[in-house]
Structure formats: structure tokens, C-alpha cells
């Protein structure tokens, strides 16, 4: 077994978590008991309004301690073999935060605090762990063995991240902001309000960022199916919805416990879900990862040269990396090492050129996916191969 050094900086860490945990005890103590009658005056704490001292000096011991436990643990390298997250932190700092307001509470009216903070707590992990459950329950519909037309099986996508869900709601923002300026300006020329400063300051910075994010609102409203990134700039709806038809979804299965948890990832005869982004297996030509301590990033380079990005929830080195590797391969089709860095010009033009009857990238994307392409993946690869690769090809086909 490995062992771990303690630094100076997470014994430091440490320390500051007991005594930080000691004072928490103590002011539960004061609270409980009533002694220390200092503990018990009231001071105005930002915008929590007025403390005990003890309630406040509880919640500042139990961010400082988590903070530092946290720390400590992400310096021992303690999570390294599980999925590195700070949620559980966060929420058990969350519930600890309440225990002092929660028995202050308590003592104050009784069980009815204890209730109403009982669901607060729970509307909190309701708000953390709903959208992962139905994530992962949307995402295995596309499992049903009952056949599903194309259309269905891109609404079903569209659905994982919850992006017909969020579009409505960035309109119903950017709405209010209008009424509300709107209505501003009603209120104020009708003589019902008079217009002081700080009001003409608020509409004006609404207005602002009304005008400011109309574009960005517009364009994410209008996108089609975002799961689907970069075909979704070049294709119709209608063109999506086709490139489904006949697609059987199955799942990838993995040996390690971690990755079996946390990836859901579904491929078909010529597509890949990973992270709820759909992934062309016949336009995929090369992928490079950027990995994070708690998440993975995937840059797939497609043969006309526009990069579409997935994302994992979860860090892949070591034996998970080589366990990730055939998913890659199986992606992009190929085991080569090809030299792609700053050819996306290069890559473009190419694709263009084996499609020159047609008039837009819209017909060249929607032919080549309709399409065999094996020998124009076998040019590109041919193409971008390092030159050392290229000479021993051609010295074993001169052999032969």
C-alpha cells in the first residue's frame, strides 16, 4: 500500500479543521445549555440578518473546517480511485450550516422549525441529485427495444441536458427584463411613479443587458437539437431527424466501478452518445482530451475540419484511460497517430474536394452521411499520416 507523507501545509490544514470542529462544538454547547451569556446577543450579520453570536460563530467553524477537510483531502489524494467531486462537501457543509439555525429553531417554537428546515434539506438534495437520476433515465430510453423513428430518438437527446427546459426559461428571463422595463417606463409617464436616481439606474442597466443579450438569447433559442454539436450549425432539423432512422442504440459496459457509475455512453452502426452530445462515427477522424480533476473534455476533430465537444463527468487516467481507449478507437475508426495540429484549413478544402458538384457544406455534410466513405477516411488517414508511418507503408507495399 502507497504510503502518504503529511506537508506542513495539510497538518496545517488539519489542525485548523479541529479547532474549527472544537469551537462548532462549543457554541452548539452555549446554544444548548444557555449559558455564556455573550454567546447569546444578537449581532447583524450581512445579509442573514440578526445572529445569535452563537449561530453565526456555528456556520463560520463549519465552512472553515470543511474548507479545510476538503483540502486535506484532495492533498492526500484520497479520492484518487473514485469520481473527485466537491458536492458532497458542499452539501454536507450545507446541512451543517443548518444545525445551528435548525436548533435555534427548535428552541424557539419547537418541532415546527425542525419541520420547516427538515424541508429545505430536502428540497436541497432534490435540487442536487433529480437531474442526474432523470439524465440517466431519459438517456436509457433510447434502449427500448420497441423500434423508434429518427425523430424520436433526437428528441429523446435533446431532452438529457434538459434543453427544451432551458431555452424556456432563458426566454421567460430575458421576457421579464423587457416587462419590467417596459412597464418602468409605463409607470413613470403615467405619472403612477416619480423617477429618482437609483430607479433610472436599475432600468437602465436592465435595458442594458436586455439589448446586450438579445443575440445570444436569439441564437440559443434557435439552435437545433445542441446535443448534436456542429452538424446542428450545417443541417436542417429535418436532415437531423433522418440521420436516426434505423439507429439502434446499445450500451458500452465497463469493468471499472467507478466509470460504470458515472459514464453513459450508447453507440449505434454510426453514431456515439457520450455525455449526451451525439457524435458522428463516419465524420470523427480524431479526438484529444483535456483532463480536469473532476471531469474529462473531449475535442473531436471531424474530416471538415470543425471540432465537436463532449464532456464526462469523471477524471480518466491511468487504468481508466486504457479502459476509455477502445471507445476512442471505435469513435474515429482508426489506430493511426495521425499530425493534424493547425490542418483544419487543409482538412476543409480536402473535404470539399471530393464533393465538388455539390453547392454548400449543407449538401456536402448531408451526401456524405448518406453515403459509404471507407476509401475517403482511408485517403485522409493516407494524408495526415507522419512521414515515418508513410515510408514504411510504402516499403511493405513494394515488398509484397
Same mark, same amino acid.
Given at each position: ?43 447583524? @450579520? ?132 423587457? @416587462? ?8 413613470? $409617464? ?17 435595458? @442594458? ?34 440521420? %436516426?432512422?434505423?439507429?439502434h442504440f446499445e450500451p458500452i459496459v465497463f469493468e471499472d466501478a467507478a466509470m460504470k457509475q458515472y459514464l453513459e455512453i450508447y453507440r449505434s452502426q454510426n453514431w456515439m452518445l457520450i455525455g449526451g452530445k451525439l457524435l458522428s462515427k463516419k465524420l470523427a477522424l480524431w479526438v484529444t482530451m483535456n483532463r480536469s480533476r473532476n471531469d474529462t473534455s473531449l475535442n473531436v476533430l471531424y474530416l471538415n475540419g470543425m471540432t465537436a465537444k463532449a464532456k464526462v463527468n469523471l477524471e480518466l487516467r491511468e487504468n481508466r484511460y486504457e ?28 473535404? $470539399?474536394?471530393?464533393? %465538388? ?44
Open positions: 500500500m502507497e504510503k502518504r507523507k503529511l506537508s506542513g501545509k495539510t497538518i496545517l490544514k488539519l489542525t485548523g479543521a479541529l479547532l474549527a470542529l472544537g469551537y462548532f462544538g462549543f457554541c452548539l454547547y452555549a446554544g444548548i445549555t444557555g449559558k455564556f451569556p455573550g454567546m447569546h446577543r444578537k449581532q447583524h @450579520v450581512m445579509r442573514f440578518g440578526d445572529l445569535k453570536n452563537w449561530v453565526s460563530g456555528g456556520m463560520s467553524a463549519v465552512m472553515i473546517a470543511v474548507f479545510c477537510i476538503n483540502s486535506a483531502i484532495n492533498d492526500l489524494k484520497l479520492q484518487k480511485k473514485r469520481k473527485k467531486s466537491s458536492t458532497p462537501f458542499f452539501f454536507i457543509m450545507l446541512l451543517l450550516l443548518s444545525l445551528p439555525l435548525l436548533l435555534e429553531s427548535y428552541l424557539d417554537i419547537g418541532w415546527i422549525g425542525i419541520a420547516l428546515y427538515a424541508g429545505i434539506a430536502a428540497f436541497l438534495f432534490g435540487i442536487a441529485w433529480i437531474p442526474q437520476i432523470l439524465n440517466q433515465w431519459i438517456s436509457r430510453r433510447l434502449l427500448r427495444e420497441k423500434p423508434m423513428s429518427g425523430k424520436q430518438q433526437v428528441r429523446i437527446i435533446e431532452w438529457i441536458h434538459f434543453y427544451p427546459l432551458k431555452k424556456l426559461l432563458i426566454l421567460a428571463i430575458w421576457g421579464f427584463g423587457v @416587462v419590467l422595463v417596459l412597464r418602468g417606463i409605463w409607470v413613470t $409617464a403615467t405619472g403612477k411613479l416619480e423617477m429618482d436616481g437609483d430607479l433610472f439606474l436599475f432600468l437602465l442597466v436592465v435595458a @442594458v443587458l436586455v439589448v446586450a443579450l438579445f443575440q445570444k438569447m436569439r441564437r440559443y433559442i434557435c439552435t437545433s437539437y445542441p446535443n448534436l454539436s456542429v452538424l446542428n450549425q450545417i443541417l436542417s432539423r429535418k436532415q437531423l431527424e433522418q440521420l %436516426l432512422e434505423g439507429e479502459e476509455f481507449i477502445p471507445v476512442l478507437r471505435e469513435l474515429i475508426g482508426h489506430e493511426e497517430s495521425l499530425k493534424l495540429y493547425g490542418k483544419e484549413e487543409q482538412m476543409a478544402e480536402k473535404f $470539399a474536394s471530393y464533393f %465538388l458538384n455539390c453547392n454548400s457544406e449543407q449538401e456536402r455534410i448531408a451526401f456524405f452521411l448518406t453515403r459509404d466513405i471507407t476509401e475517403i477516411r482511408k485517403d485522409y488517414i493516407q494524408t495526415f499520416s507522419p512521414p515515418d508511418t508513410r515510408k514504411k507503408k510504402r516499403s511493405r507495399q513494394e515488398r509484397k
